[in-house]
């Protein structure tokens, strides 16, 4: 007869451990294999062309559906987009918009300009002096609600017809969204950088310059973000009252005289040197601002 072997302690106790051993192996190799497959693929982000075709891509439909749907307009009033483009191009060369919008431009530029000035000295004052915000604070919602183009006439009126009281409007227009802005970026500073700067006795006049302007920075650009269509629509509708130059002039003009394509291309001119300046002031502040998109806070 064949004696059957009989497995010592020592053996069986090491298969076990060997079949432990090999069977915690294959449930890492799996649990590493799962883990590859789970993880997600990066997207690729998109190419210049690819974010500039995303961007227009809607607008080069607009305008197709606009020159075919008037092409053959018989209404006094709505002109196809052939003549349109076609006295836009004519006014353009001959400089008669050109200059207009020169005009326009500068005036807006400056009004900006006052408006930044303005609204960001005096909104960090109010910001960090909670007295003196307390008092004026019914003064400046009630000014920020009165229409500023209502305002455009008696402003002409009282000051004249010249280039300063144009650009003293849409630094008025633009004033308000900027100061607002800036007083929310102000009260918007961490309590304890407040506190520390009052520890270390920080200066005021650095205080301002390396602590409370720079928190403050992202909301006062997002104010003149907000402000320069403002600043756009003041511009056009201060040209209108008693002026002989400008594009609010031209359109106000065209359409005095019954130049209806003439009329469709100022105003369609406006629109597209609003959006430039637009992506424009976007451009500009993706580089002022590049260390508050690297942290990731937006």
């Known amino acids: 007869m064949t004696s059957a072997t009989v497995p010592t302690p020592a053996a069986t106790a090491g298969t076990q451990a060997n079949g432990t051993t090999s069977g915690t192996g294959s449930q890492r190799g799996g649990a590493s294999r799962r883990g590859q497959q789970a993880a997600p693929r990066r997207k690729k982000p998109p190419t210049a062309a690819g974010q500039l075709l995303q961007s227009t891509w809607l607008i080069v439909v607009v305008l197709v559906l606009w020159w075919v749907l008037s092409a053959k307009s018989t209404n006094f009033f709505i002109p196809s987009l052939q003549q349109i483009l076609e006295a836009l191009g004519t006014d353009l060369t001959n400089g008669v918009i050109a200059g207009g919008a020169l005009y326009s431009l500068s005036n807006l530029f400056v009004g900006l300009a006052i408006a930044v000035v303005l609204g960001v000295g ?13 008092i004026v604070d019914p003064i400046i919602h009630f000014f920020r609600c009165i229409p500023q183009a209502a305002l455009v006439p008696l402003i002409i009126g009282t000051f004249g017809i010249g280039q300063g009281p144009k650009m003293g409007t849409i630094a008025f227009a633009c004033f308000w969204p900027i100061l607002l802005n800036t007083i929310d970026g102000v009260l918007g500073v961490e309590p304890t950088v407040r506190h520390f700067s009052k520890v270390y006795r920080v200066p005021k006049a650095l205080y301002f310059r390396r602590v409370v302007l720079p928190a403050a920075l992202p909301q006062i650009v997002a104010g003149v973000r907000v402000a320069l269509p403002i600043g756009i629509t003041v511009m056009v509708v201060s040209e209108m009252f008693a002026s002989i ?6 359109i106000l003009n065209s359409s005095a005289t019954f130049q209806v394509p003439q009329t469709w ?34």
């Not at 130059?245 to 031209?250: K, M, P, R, T, V």
């Not at 424009?280 to 502040?285: G, N």
């Open 122 to 134: 005096l909104g960090l004052v109010l910001g960090e002096v909670g007295w003196l915000r307390r």
């Open 245 to 250: 130059e400008g594009l609010g002039f031209y």
């Open 265 to 298: 291309a100022g105003a369609l001119l406006v629109g597209v040197i609003g959006y430039i300046l637009s992506v424009l002031f976007v451009f500009a502040e993706r580089r002022l601002l590049r260390w508050y998109y690297a942290s990731g806070a937006k």
